[in-house]
T-cell receptor, first 112, second 114 residues
Framework: QKEVEQNSGPLSVPEGAIASLNCTYSDRGSQSFFWYRQYSGKSPELIMFIYSNGDKEDGRFTAQLNKASQYVSLLIRDSQPSDSATYLCAVNDGGSQGNLIFGKGTKLSVKP | DVKVTQSSRYLVKRTGEKVFLECVQDMDHENMFWYRQDPGLGLRLIYFSYDVKMKEKGDIPEGYSVSREKKERFSLILESASTNQTSMYLC?????????????FGSGTQLSVL
């Protein structure tokens, strides 16, 4: 059973701090990694994706990937109350169909 | 922007009813998906389709069927609704090629089966 594990949280950080969200995955064949943000009562939206080991930065967001450790993370710098949401980690199924396997999400709360 | 439209935001049905959930996307995407999302269980894939008239079972297909007669439309059918099918249903689409794993979600249908 291929799995994506996330700490469910809630993770609480003060406004302006760095929020660190972590994810581990079981399928060594996975090649694509995604972070989705889901506000309460809304549908998920893609905010970051990463394919290669290392860091990828986009504005206040940085995705980090370590395939050897089967670990992917999302850093949010200068966290804002508007970042309060559930963050879903998704990893492609390394099998032939390549569908995404989602973690259960980490709820982030940014306190003013 | 990609738009994925689900026909109903909230739906209440009775046990045993046949239920149709409709999804339409306007970006000519080849791939379409149906997920359900439940607290504590996350997103689970029910069915997906990579082409017109094509369908594949996901992780939890039991009790569901799908139809894809046109490229832009993917329907989820609950043949005989049961209370354990009360859930948030999310439709998604994605293009083929290098971006085929980037899913665009509809706004969801909260289905309650009484």
């Amino acid at each position: 059973q291929k799995e994506v594990e996330q700490n469910s949280g809630p993770l609480s950080v003060p406004e302006g701090a760095i929020a660190s969200l972590n994810c581990t995955y079981s399928d060594r064949g996975s090649q694509s990694f995604f972070w989705y943000r889901q506000y309460s009562g809304k549908s998920p939206e893609l905010i970051m994706f990463i394919y290669s080991n290392g860091d990828k930065e986009d504005g206040r967001f940085t995705a980090q990937l370590n395939k050897a450790s089967q670990y992917v993370s999302l850093l949010i710098r200068d966290s804002q109350p508007s970042d309060s949401a559930t963050y879903l980690c998704a990893v492609n199924d390394g099998g032939s169909q390549g569908n995404l396997i989602f973690g259960k999400g980490t709820k982030l709360s940014v306190k003013p | 922007d990609v738009k994925v439209t689900q026909s109903s935001r909230y739906l209440v049905k009775r046990t045993g009813e046949k239920v149709f959930l409709e999804c339409v996307q306007d970006m000519d995407h080849e791939n379409m998906f149906w997920y359900r999302q439940d607290p504590g269980l996350g997103l689970r894939l029910i069915y997906f389709s990579y082409d017109v008239k094509m369908k594949e079972k996901g992780d939890i297909p039991e009790g569901y069927s799908v139809s894809r007669e046109k490229k832009e439309r993917f329907s989820l059918i609950l043949e005989s609704a049961s209370t354990n099918q009360t859930s948030m249903y999310l439709c998604a689409s994605s293009p083929t090629g290098l971006s085929n794993e980037k899913l665009f979600f509809g706004s969801g249908t909260q289905l309650s089966v009484l």
